[in-house]
Each structure stands twice: as structure tokens, then as C-alpha cells.
Nanobody
Framework: QVRLVESGGGLVQPGESMRLSCVAS????????VGWFRQAPGEEREFVAG????????KVADALKGRFTVSRDNAKNTLYLQMNNLKREDTADYYC????????????????WGRGTQVTVSS
């Protein structure tokens, strides 16, 4: 069965960095776009970053550019999100997702969702 297991979340202080990982299994990881979404308390889920099947096409939400980087390792069936200079407003549950489109995941249908990992930015 399909599994997406996120890890790396936790509590960090403002200005610190964190890397999230998502390990996938149960499907051909290298054939699909994958990405990260987040949902803060009381807010709608929003796109964070995505990467196409080969790793070449990458997109980070405009508001997060310069601080967040997305990457994938198809040999390890793993998606990453490097988050630098974290801010309190980055506090949210972060979800790994697999897109139906092989190139883009933003505003495209989602095939699978992970269960999420919580990120809390607080002093």
C-alpha cells in the first residue's frame, strides 16, 4: 500500500533551520511530482513547495522563496524540505503529497497525502 511518512518536525526557535523528510513507498516514486503543503491552526492548507519527477522542475511559494528549498532523491524515494530562518508564522502542520501530474503539483490534483509533521517556531 502507499505510504508517505514525514519526519523532522518539532520545536525550533525563530531564525533557526529545520529539514523535513518524506519517505515514500508502495508506488513508483520517480514517476510523479511531489511536494509540501502546510496548514496552520484555523487556516486552509496551502502550497509550500513542489518538485517534478526528475527533480529539475522546482517551485517554492513566492512568500517562502529565499528561505525554503525543496529537493528529492529518487534513489531513496525521499522528498526533502529545507527551511531556513524560520519565523513564527511558519508554525503549521506540514504535509507531503504526491501529484497526479509528473511535472507540477501546485494547483493540480493530489493522489496521496502523508499524515503530516508538526513544526512549531517559538522562543
Amino acid at each position: 500500500q502507499v505510504r508517505l511518512v514525514e519526519s523532522g518536525g518539532g520545536l525550533v526557535q525563530p531564525g533557526e533551520s529545520m529539514r523535513l523528510s518524506c519517505v515514500a513507498s508502495g508506488f513508483t516514486f520517480s514517476s510523479y511530482s511531489v511536494g509540501w503543503f502546510r496548514q496552520a491552526p484555523g487556516e486552509e492548507r496551502e502550497f509550500v513547495a513542489g518538485v517534478g519527477w526528475s527533480g529539475t522542475l522546482r517551485k517554492v511559494a513566492d512568500a517562502l522563496k529565499g528561505r525554503f528549498t525543496v529537493s528529492r532523491d529518487n534513489a531513496k524515494n525521499t522528498l526533502y524540505l529545507q527551511m531556513n530562518n524560520l519565523k513564527r508564522e511558519d508554525t503549521a502542520d506540514y504535509y507531503c503529497a504526491v501529484g497526479r501530474d509528473p511535472y507540477y503539483i501546485e494547483d493540480r490534483p493530489i493522489l496521496y497525502w502523508g499524515r503530516g509533521t508538526q513544526v512549531t517556531v517559538s522562543s
